[in-house]
Nanobody, 123 residues
């Protein structure tokens, strides 16, 4: 199983980015997928998660209203649209696949992790 995250980059504050996470090796259409991020010197933190059906989403308070998570089960891919980016959003963003159907914010619920993509927001 491999998770390939992409879409990161350097953007000015107030800008937007769309992160993608493509899974390969098996189909994960029925389980939750999520995004976490880790900034230098900080603990990894939850960003967003989407349920297996795509009908339920969870967002961290820090990104609520600025991020939208969606999934395309036919492509085995999940997308994180981020807007109104802030310098404090700078981090490595990693996607993960959970063992449950419902969206979950707990890192221990995730079995598979991708390498991550760097997001840098300049002020």
């Amino acid at each position: 199983v491999q998770l390939q995250a992409s879409g990161g980059g350097l953007v000015q504050a107030g800008g937007s980015l769309r992160l993608s996470c493509a899974a390969s090796g098996r189909t994960f259409s029925s389980v939750s997928k999520g995004w976490f991020r880790q900034a230098p010197g900080k603990e990894r933190e939850f960003v967003a998660a989407i349920s297996g059906s795509g009908g339920g989403t969870l967002y961290a308070d820090s990104v609520k209203g600025r991020c939208t998570l969606s999934r395309d089960n036919a492509k085995n891919t999940v997308y994180l649209q981020m807007s109104s980016l802030k310098p404090e959003d700078t981090a490595v963003y990693s996607c993960a696949i959970a063992r449950y159907t419902l969206a979950t914010a707990r890192a221990r619920d995730y079995d598979y992790w991708g390498q991550g993509t760097q997001v840098t927001v300049s002020s």
